[in-house]
T-cell receptor
Framework: AQTVTQSQPEMSVQEAETVTLSCTYD???????LFWYKQPPSRQMILVIR??????QNATENRFSVNFQKAAKSFSLKISDSQLGDTAMYFC????????????FGQGTRLTINP | EAGVAQSPRYKIIEKRQSVAFWCNPI?????LYWYQQILGQGPKLLIQ????????DSQLPKDRFSAERLKGVDSTLKIQPAKLEDSAVYLC???????????FGSGTRLTVV
């Protein structure tokens, strides 16, 4: 089975600090998409950032950036200047481009930003 | 644009009862997904539709779960009969013809007692 692994069940940092969430994945394909989703208590999965595997440049969205290491199959999320509103579950996910394009999710990391 | 609408938001039923969830995707989105998210885990795909055809239902427990997407728009997911282990959040998502970024609804939290 092609899996996505998040090895940090929980993380906690102080407001304004930088935090990095880890994700590794398994795939036999050369092209695919990788995502980080945020899930607050409202339960809705909110897209944080997306990376296309054929692009070498790491994606960035304001305070959020990724470190994509294709050979190592690693995809970490860095949150800079963390805010209280960043408190949520964070899920890493992989999506095939060909065939059935379902998202395969990791187990999640519970991130708490403390005041 | 309006988001993905799901109802009900919460549902509590007894084991062996039946339950149905409804999803209205974003207008124009051809692809619709149903995911099951058990507490403490990441979402797992149950079924994927492309318009009104099934693309992937390999992880759908077909002895008790069924889903349909009539006219390629709204979708209904049904469980009959429910088991205790079906307690979970059921998330619906939609996207333009895949692979594009899916947008998720707020889910239905099902508790089976």
């Amino acid at each position: 089975a092609q899996t996505v692994t998040q090895s940090q069940p929980e993380m906690s940092v102080q407001e304004a600090e930088t935090v990095t969430l880890s994700c590794t994945y398994d795939t036999s394909e050369s092209n695919y998409y990788l995502f980080w989703y945020k899930q607050p208590p409202s339960r809705q999965m909110i897209l944080v950032i997306r990376q296309e595997a054929y692009k070498q440049q790491n994606a960035t969205e304001n305070r959020f950036s990724v470190n994509f290491q294709k050979a190592a199959k690693s995809f970490s999320l860095k949150i800079s200047d963390s805010q209280l509103g960043d408190t949520a579950m964070y899920f890493c996910a992989r999506q095939r481009i060909q065939g059935a394009q379902k998202l395969v999710f990791g187990q999640g990391t519970r991130l708490t930003i403390n005041p | 644009e309006a988001g993905v609408a799901q109802s009900p938001r919460y549902k509590i039923i007894e084991k062996r009862q039946s339950v149905a969830f409804w999803c209205n995707p974003i207008s124009g989105h051809a692809t619709l997904y149903w995911y099951q998210q058990i507490l403490g885990q990441g979402p797992k795909l149950l079924i994927q539709f492309q318009n009104n055809g099934v693309v992937d239902d390999s992880q759908l427990p077909k002895d008790r779960f069924s889903a349909e997407r009539l006219k390629g728009v709204d979708s209904t997911l049904k469980i009959q009969p429910a088991k205790l282990e079906d307690s979970a959040v059921y998330l619906c998502a939609s996207s333009l013809a895949a692979p594009t970024v899916p947008t998720f609804g707020s889910g239905t939290r099902l508790t089976v007692v």
